[in-house]
């Protein structure tokens, strides 16, 4: 028994639609939000003060880690400063900024093969990555 015309024309557009929806590109989606500055800086914060601080490295002896995750500026950090003097200025500034976070890191512990092993620990924690 043949579809009646109205019931055909139906079939023929839904199905035209399904295919058509299938094929549509999807746009961007919304960045993941774990990889938001502050989960970001987060994750960097919860590694380096058990890699670089509580492990006893030599390159970060004469500091301790001064989070300051909380920012208003929406530029989570971490700071790392002098251990017997912790109002100086930093020797380690490393920060985030947006949504995928942008990170940076300066100051005179960024020089040497210190400065290389920090951005590297850095970009590898930020990434999702875990441990030393």
């Known amino acids: 028994m043949p579809f009646p015309p109205a019931m055909r024309m139906f079939v023929i557009f839904a199905v035209a639609a399904a295919v058509l929806s299938s094929c549509q590109s999807r746009g961007p989606s919304a960045p993941a939000a774990e990889r938001a500055a502050l989960p970001t800086m987060e994750r960097v914060a919860m590694n380096a003060n058990a890699c670089w601080f ?25 700071l790392a400063v002098p251990r017997n003097s912790p109002e100086s200025r930093p020797a380690l500034v490393v920060q985030a900024e947006g949504s995928p976070a942008r990170l940076d890191a300066f100051g005179p512990l960024m020089s040497g093969d210190t400065g290389e092993r920090i951005r590297s620990d850095v970009l590898r924690w930020a990434a999702g990555g875990r441990g030393c």
């Open 54 to 78: 509580k492990s006893g490295d030599a390159a970060f002896k004469p500091y301790r880690l001064a989070p300051e995750l909380n920012s208003f500026s929406g530029r989570p950090r971490i």
